[in-house]
């Protein structure tokens, strides 16, 4: 997903939230190598990682940033209850200063070269403490050396639930001044990111949803920003894209497990097609890469 958004236009793509602590046990073993590692192809990727103990982090993005990713983002959002439990994510929202703490130890721990950037919720509730604890994270990590903040405009107790405050992500880059904010939340179509970065003045955009099932999105976007037509890609554009996923996606996996790992993806491509509800159906049908093949030449051909 991130080398097909990279070579559709993303300036710079992460990895999803790894545990530290997985980090580490496997960069003991032989298996690492094939597990984690950044994107290639000269594509601007960094990882992001998430933990609760600053030990750990340390020596997860240390290995990271040897392995080749070029920036290192810490997680303080995930708003997943088992992560929650484990004192991981959006729990250190709560926890302005250890939250603070752990990105300074990460900070100290990677070469200059190697930016630390960090994730963030609007606050674990709407209470004025989870106001407070936010601003005190953002102005905490921006003075330990952060080099930019993505801010999703949920809390974490919203999860996905209602949409994302714009508002709020306008207050944070006023408040912030020079430093680099990232906005992030309901960025589903390269009109809205061009809309959000009208109407709240952030530096950019984490497109995430909007992402799947449509890679184009980062192409669509830099041409709007550009004065241009939205380009739609056709249907032969697809296909090419999503044999391109796959092939890239079962160099990862194995042949094993790239069916239904690519079948989650087919569902969301289908959207794109002129007859999307009889595709969508084909693709829900999908186990191995013979079915895969057959929608693609039944559906795209
Ligand atoms: C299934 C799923 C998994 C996600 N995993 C991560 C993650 O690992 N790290 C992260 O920072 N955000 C993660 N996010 C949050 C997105 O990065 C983004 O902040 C959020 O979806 C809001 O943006 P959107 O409304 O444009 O999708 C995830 C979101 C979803 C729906």
């Not at 993505?150 to 944070?172: K, M």
């Not at 999105?217 to 296909?239: S, T």
Request: charged share 25%; net charge positive; with cysteine.
């Amino acid at each position: 997903m991130r080398v097909i958004a990279s070579r559709l236009g993303a300036l710079f793509t992460y990895s999803e939230a790894m545990l530290a602590r997985f980090v580490v046990q496997i960069a003991r073993g032989r298996r690492a190598g094939r597990l984690v590692r950044p994107t290639g192809e000269g594509a601007l990727g960094g990882a992001q990682l998430m933990g609760g103990d600053d030990e750990e982090l340390a020596a997860a993005a240390r290995w990271l940033a040897d392995a080749g990713f070029r920036a290192i983002d810490v997680n303080l959002a995930c708003p997943v209850k088992k992560v929650l439990r484990r004192h991981r994510g959006g729990y250190l929202m709560g926890r302005p200063d250890l939250a603070v703490e752990i990105v300074a130890r990460l900070r100290d721990a990677l070469p200059p070269a190697v930016p630390v950037t960090v994730k963030m919720r609007r606050g674990l509730d709407d209470s004025t403490e989870s106001r407070d604890a936010f601003f005190t994270i953002l102005d905490g990590v921006f003075r330990t050396g952060a080099a930019a903040v993505t801010v999703h405009g949920r809390t974490v107790r919203q999860r996905y639930e209602g949409s994302s405050s714009w508002r709020f992500l306008r207050e944070v880059k006023q408040h912030v001044g020079g430093a680099v904010v990232l906005g992030s939340g309901d960025l589903f179509t390269a009109a809205d990111c061009l809309e959000m970065l009208r109407r709240t003045g952030v530096d950019g955009v984490a497109v995430a949803r909007g992402a799947i099932g449509n890679p184009w999105i980062f192409r669509q976007i830099r041409a709007l920003a550009a004065g241009k037509p939205c380009p739609q890609p056709d249907v032969d554009e697809q296909r090419e894209v999503m044999v391109e996923h796959y092939r890239l996606a079962e160099a990862t996996y194995g042949a094993k497990r790239t069916g239904p790992i690519m079948r989650k993806f087919g569902i969301q491509y289908a959207r794109l097609h002129p007859q999307a509800e009889d595709v969508r159906e084909a693709f829900i049908r999908v186990r191995c890469q013979d079915d895969w093949r057959r929608v693609l030449e039944q559906w795209y051909g």
